[in-house]
């Protein structure tokens, strides 16, 4: 449950460019907290959520060193690229906030693949953001009669956030595969959030 590299990907319709004459500085959530999230890997399968705290002190000692990419820097096969390994973009912000991890980043100039992501994003093709790096703490809630375990992950190690393509299936949206992309949910209310978890956990 810590220690290994993992990513996790949030398909969202809120990503905007911030009308500060430059065009360049995009606005997005690269996590979202509370948010019920399927997830199947080496730990097994099991409900996931990201506590509001857990990237507090990642943020307060990375501040400068949280890089930007395209896809993670791999090819939608996750295989390790050559191009997409090079940052996009600078943080320009990183705060956490009620709903979620915010980011503000300025894409670079000069750089042939941050105007085709700029593009992708501005044109709505890229609409997914995703964060990687390592769960350090997490509390696994056992799951009875049957239901899923349930893992909070109360601390991030922050390595990197990108950019990423909307999931091409339905269930990216509402469950996920570490490493491949995952989508929780996009923004639920509290209360159905608590129903869509109780739904994941009485449909195993």
């Known amino acids: 449950m810590t220690g290994g590299l993992v990513t996790r990907s949030l398909l969202l319709d809120d990503i905007s460019i911030r009308a500060d004459g430059t065009g360049r500085t995009v606005l997005g959530y690269c996590a979202v907290w509370d948010t019920p999230a399927l997830i199947d890997d080496r730990d097994g399968r099991y409900i996931e959520t990201l506590d509001p705290h857990s990237f507090d002190k990642t943020i307060r000692e990375r501040a400068g060193q949280i890089s930007v990419f395209y896809s993670h820097g791999k090819t939608l ?88 393509v909307s999931p091409a299936y339905p269930e990216a949206q509402i469950s996920g595969v570490r490493g491949t992309g995952s989508g929780p949910f996009p923004n639920p209310s509290p209360s159905e959030r608590r129903r869509r978890l109780l739904d994941l956990m009485r449909a195993q």
């Open 77 to 164: 096969h996750g295989t390790p690229s050559e191009r997409f390994s090079l940052p996009i973009g600078v943080p320009e912000e990183i705060r956490p906030d009620g709903r979620g991890l915010y980011t503000a980043t300025r894409f670079t100039r000069g750089s042939a693949l941050a105007d085709e992501v700029l593009a992708g994003v501005s044109e709505g093709a890229i609409k997914g953001m995703s964060f990687g790096g390592r769960f350090t703490r997490s509390d696994r809630t056992r799951g009875r009669g049957g239901e899923l375990d349930h893992i909070r992950r109360q601390e991030v190690h922050l390595r990197e956030y990108s950019f990423t």
